[in-house]
């Protein structure tokens, strides 16, 4: 199963991973609207910088998942394709998937009217390849079998 | 800002790596006002305040305002790199020429800026890459011939083409015998395509740039030059693809690096600036560079114009033997030469000290660093100087003593048709190679602050190099170039460089006068 | 191979979990007290208050078919009475008798109710179960000032949703702050002034020592003396594990029902798992009950693996908790305060983050309080024992991540799938 593999060499910090994954998880996938007229989606992936390293870290899809483990309503699953994703649906914002993330990947969504929602990289399900792996510009994401 | 009141030599456009916005710029109006050379264009309808081209920008022209909710810029910072706009996932910025607001004087219009520099800021300017003075271009000037009905041409698709070339000291005859050859040959350097990668030093390059050169040149079985800066201990495994530079300075020269290369090439000059030594700002100094070079880190390497043990033919015809009898004679020496006005005479004097290969380094040239005066104003077109060392040496009989490799501005592949039809058996691309991997021209190499990654030594940007995507490019460039040539040899009717070599009656002039064409030896179109 | 679940939650689904992944033929029959399918227990508070109902699939922690998709024969709504060792054999409250290979006591715990009069007034409530909830729900409507006894998990977040509904709430904690257990003072003082905000009255260091009324609750008295007028209850002092039948059936029990590093019991066809068992915690380095989801989880994961002859070892738990209260989020986890610990800890505007360190420099616990994001390394430290000396000092940053740690480190995780 394939994943995105993260090269740290290759990362300039530019950001295009997190503004691709935002068009990607948007409403009309359009890049200007996405990020001007609609409700901003969150980026799944991070770019964590601190010179001169910088790279963008998002879900590993671990084969056993403690984010599975962790959730109090079975939100976190994992999907035909064998991805772990969060069903917004049922999903309570409980956070106890980040408190067992040792990836520190999943993100907080507290738009929601009562419930949170855990957010974190799906691997895009609509996509051949995911949307970050396309948009980086020097290859620092590659999708591969780990 | 680095002011050395001593030196004669000072960095100013050295903008400094801001992370917040610098607000005193202001303040300098009166003092220091050069008009911007360039305008940053900025749709804001498309901008969606990424905030990538603030990240990118290392000249620090690119500031995010949180409180405005926008991106700006400080035009006077801006170089033209155009890493913004390349980045710019929506498209939203044009990098464009500031007009001049002075009155038309085309006597004065593009030396008022550096009037007023020279005043302000009490120093020269330092430079990088090739001369972009309007100057003739030769090579535009020359048009190749076709074979047609009465010599037919060549299909380079259903016949072989031979790109082959060997580089090194020819015998006047030889001698077979049925067990093969008799002769004893000198050392040769065997190129499969007749395109070298130039002379350009680790230290004015980022690492991960001669990573990329290391794999094409072993890729497409051709070599590059390791330049003036000594060779990082990861790159010797690109062994049998190496030509290793002894240069004024010697830096990084000791036995494991002479060991590496397949050929020690002596920098006696280099194109862009003819009768000074070498210039790597102590920005670009870091500690591997440091490590490399066998030099303080920090300090300006400058390498010294002559080479101090060099002040006469014989004394290069010394070092070119010790260099011979240090490598057991099992490897080409070559001599770098700037094109300068005699350079026949040097040439040959060269070819007689013992050397193997003549590279002669024309006007054009790129460098990493260079005084803006000598880089506009000193040596010769590749051109010419090639067709009088060809032209000089085969009148004294001594031709194929040395190859010839001609450098300096070398933009096409039919500027290599070009040069080999003038008299060379191979070329060195240097500007072409990096523009390749992303260069944009935009002349501030010096800096170390290069926004491609390519002319830097910060590890944060050499990162924008990927040594995966350089390497393919250049392979691709190297690749697409060759398909040129052997596409135009076909047309030409020769199937072989050696065909090609010196083989003038190939070439027309057009628009050149009779003295051109006589220097030259090409004849004028029509005749 | 017959295998017998008694309980119907979170490490009873993970056990059928563990064993449907590799044998569809055993038969698994879950016996349940409880109608339901398994549900998810930290949600009862917002069933009371009418946030989430029954009908929604969120509110359980499987989905409908999951019995039927895993060929799971269920007994709901029966008690398991007593179980017989050496007949291997567990009997129901209606003198049924089931028979097992392997059995996995998986029944969790039941609040405790602490010595006091007046608990069986009407208005008095727990809230444990669906039929607690349940009936505190329905009686909402006669509640207009409600005491919640304990500042706890249970009792913190009841509070929290009773003052949402509009009801006039007292919290009555013995200790000088809620979540005692799980914060220190200066976390907890972020829940208390969320607590204040969101118009609930807090009364810390006290206890209740009488519910007073005729019929129905009428008023609170305080061990103070302090009298509260209330007409309704919740009683959250704690959970205990429900080992009542395991300790009659002659199983090794203590705080829990003691269980060795495969989750098996003093008998080695009997497993226990969850809420009910005492298991290694490896922080505090003794057996102890952690009624914790995320171990219940795992607990019953390997117990599944082993009942079915594997050999998966527990490496041992610590309690962990994620909590919001109002606007407040905190995450902590391990040993949250001591004299004994090297402490780093920063207070910001909104944000508190401390961390604990023993002398081999191990992270043993920590809290973050605001900002919570990438609590889940941290947990990754306490579990592999990493040695932190040489990044310690970056904790305290609030844009904590992977940039802080070396590039050996990073390309060894990252380039995994498992932790």
Not at chain 1, 50 to 66: I, Q, T
Not at chain 2, 480 to 498: D, P, Q, R
Request: net charge neutral; hydrophobic share 40%.
């Amino acid at each position: 199963m394939k994943v995105v593999k993260i090269k740290e060499d290759n990362c300039v910090y530019c950001h295009l991973c997190e503004v691709a994954c935002i068009v990607e998880h948007s409403q009309s996938k359009d890049i200007i609207k996405a990020f001007k007229r609609e409700e901003r989606p969150i980026a799944r992936c991070s770019v964590e910088f601190n010179y001169p390293v910088s790279l963008s870290v998002m879900c590993r899809h671990c084969d056993d998942a403690p984010c599975m483990e962790a959730c109090q309503n079975g939100s976190m699953h994992r999907d035909e394709r064998g991805y772990v994703v969060v069903n917004p649906d049922t999903c309570v914002g409980c956070w106890m998937c980040i408190m067992a993330c040792p990836y520190g990947v999943i993100k907080r969504d507290t738009r929601r009217e009562i419930w949170g929602l855990s957010t974190k990289c799906d691997l895009c399900p609509d996509r051949e390849i995911p949307a970050c792996v396309e948009a980086c510009p020097n290859e620092a994401l590659t999708f591969e079998e780990l | 800002m680095i002011i050395d009141k001593n030196a004669t030599i000072l960095y100013y456009l050295l903008p400094k790596f801001f992370k917040e916005a610098e607000k005193v710029e202001w303040m300098k109006n009166l003092k220091e006002y050069v008009p911007p050379s360039f305008v940053v264009e900025r749709d804001d309808y498309r901008c969606i305040r990424c905030k990538a081209c603030v990240e990118q920008c290392s000249f620090g022209a690119t500031f995010y305002d949180e409180d405005e909710d926008k991106v700006w810029n400080w035009n006077a910072k801006c170089v033209g790199c155009n890493r913004c706009a390349a980045i710019c996932p929506t498209e939203a910025i044009t990098v464009k020429r500031a007009d001049p607001t002075y009155r038309y004087n085309h006597n004065w219009n593009t030396h008022i800026d550096g009037l007023k520099k020279r005043a302000i800021f009490g120093g020269t300017p330092v430079v990088s890459m090739g001369n972009d003075k309007p100057y003739p271009i030769y090579w535009d000037h020359m048009l190749l011939n076709a074979s047609q009905v009465t010599n037919p041409s060549i299909d380079p698709l259903r016949e072989p083409m031979e790109l082959k070339t060997f580089l090194g000291r020819k015998p006047a005859k030889v001698e077979v015998s049925d067990s093969g050859l008799k002769t004893r040959l000198a050392p040769q350097l065997e190129l499969e395509i007749p395109i070298m990668f130039a002379a350009m030093s680790y230290g004015a390059l980022s690492y991960n740039v001669i990573e990329s050169l290391g794999r094409a040149a072993q890729y497409m079985g051709t070599y590059y030059n390791s330049g003036e800066g000594g060779l990082n201990k990861d790159h010797y495994k690109f062994k049998g693809n190496i030509i290793v530079q002894v240069a004024s300075g010697r830096f990084g020269v000791h036995k494991d690096y002479l060991d590496v290369g397949s050929a020690i090439e002596i920098k006696i000059g280099q194109g862009a600036k003819p009768g000074i030594g070498g210039h790597l700002p102590g920005e670009k100094v870091s500690e591997t560079i440091s490590e490399t070079r066998m030099m303080p880190k920090g300090s300006d390497a400058l390498s010294p114009a002559p080479h101090h043990d060099v002040y006469s033919i014989e004394d290069l015809r010394q070092l070119i033997y010790a260099l011979k009898e240090a490598t057991e004679y099992k490897k080409p020496v070559a001599v770098k030469i700037a094109a300068v006005h005699n350079v026949a005479a040097i040439a040959s004097g060269v070819a007689r000290a013992g050397a193997d290969i003549v590279v002669i380094d024309g006007f054009k040239g790129g460098t990493g660093a260079s005084p803006q005066v000598i880089r506009d104003n000193i040596g010769l077109p590749l051109e010419v100087a090639l067709a009088v060392v060809d032209e000089r040496l085969r009148s004294e009989g001594i031709r194929q003593d040395v190859s010839i490799v001609a450098s300096g501005g070398i933009r096409n592949s039919m500027d290599v048709v070009k040069a080999i039809a003038l008299g060379a058996d191979a070329v060195y691309i240097g500007t072409a190679a990096l523009i390749a991997i992303g260069c944009t021209m935009c002349q501030q190499c010096h800096t170390g602050k290069c926004a491609w990654g390519i002319s830097t030594q910060d590890p944060h940007l050499s990162k924008r190099v990927n040594p995966d995507i350089a390497s393919k490019r250049l392979i691709n460039l190297l690749e697409v170039w060759a398909l040129e040539i052997k596409e135009t040899m076909g047309a030409m009717g020769i199937n072989s460089i050696e065909s090609l070599r010196g083989n003038r009656l190939n070439l027309r002039g057009v628009g050149l006068n009779e003295k051109e064409l006589e220097i030259l030896g090409i004849l004028p179109a029509g005749e | 191979m017959r295998v017998v679940i008694v309980g119907n939650s979170v490490a009873a689904i993970n056990a059928i979990e563990a064993i449907r992944e590799k044998d569809k033929i055993s038969k698994i029959t879950v016996i349940s007290d409880e109608s339901y399918r398994a549900y998810s227990h930290p949600l009862l508070p917002n069933l009371v208050i009418g946030e989430v109902s029954r009908s929604e699939e969120r509110f359980y922690y499987r989905r409908n078919d999951f019995y039927e998709k895993n060929k799971v024969d269920t007994l709901l709504g029966k008690r398991v009475v007593k179980i017989l060792q050496k007949q291997k054999q567990v009997i129901l409250e209606n003198d049924e008798k089931i028979e097992y290979d392997k059995l996995l006591i998986a029944c969790g715990g039941k609040p405790i109710k602490p010595p006091m009069e007046g608990l069986e007034l009407e208005g008095v409530h727990t809230l444990t179960n669906i039929k607690s909830a349940d009936k505190l729900r329905k009686d909402l409507k006669n509640i207009k000032h409600c005491v919640v006894i304990g500042g706890g998990l249970i009792g913190s977040k009841t509070a929290e949703k009773l003052a949402k509904k509009g009801i006039k709430v007292t919290l009555v904690e013995l200790m000088r702050r809620v979540l005692y257990p799980v914060l220190d003072d200066t976390a907890a003082d972020y829940i208390h002034k969320e607590l204040k905000s969101l118009g609930v009255e807090l009364i810390l260091n006290d206890s209740v020592s009488a519910i007073l009324g005729d019929k129905r609750v009428k008023e609170v008295e305080l061990k103070s003396g302090k009298k509260i007028e209330a007409d309704g209850v919740v009683v959250a002092v704690g959970v205990a594990p429900n080992m009542d039948m395991a300790k009659e059936a002659g199983l090794e029990v203590n705080k829990g029902v003691v269980v060795n590093d495969f989750m098996q019991t003093s008998d080695e066809n009997i497993f226990a798992a969850g809420d009910v068992a005492e298991a290694y915690d490896m922080v505090l380095g003794i057996k102890r009950p952690i009624p914790i989801l995320p171990l219940a989880a795992r607990q019953g994961r390997i117990a599944g693996l082993n009942i079915l002859g594997g050999d998966v070892k527990y490496k041992g738990g610590f309690a962990t908790n994620s909590i919001t209260i109002g606007k407040v989020s905190f995450i902590s986890m391990g040993i949250v305060d001591s004299d004994e610990l090297e402490i780093l800890k920063i207070k910001k505007d909104g944000e508190y983050r401390k961390f604990l360190i023993d002398e081999e420099n191990r992270l043993k616990g920590m809290i973050l309080v605001g900002n919570i994001e990438k609590a889940g390394m941290f947990n990754w430290m306490i579990q592999n024992k990493l040695d932190v000396s040489w990044m310690k000092d970056t904790f305290l940053n609030s844009d904590f991540g992977w940039k802080y740690f070396n590039k050996a480190f990073r390309v060894l995780r990252l380039d995994r799938k498992i932790k």
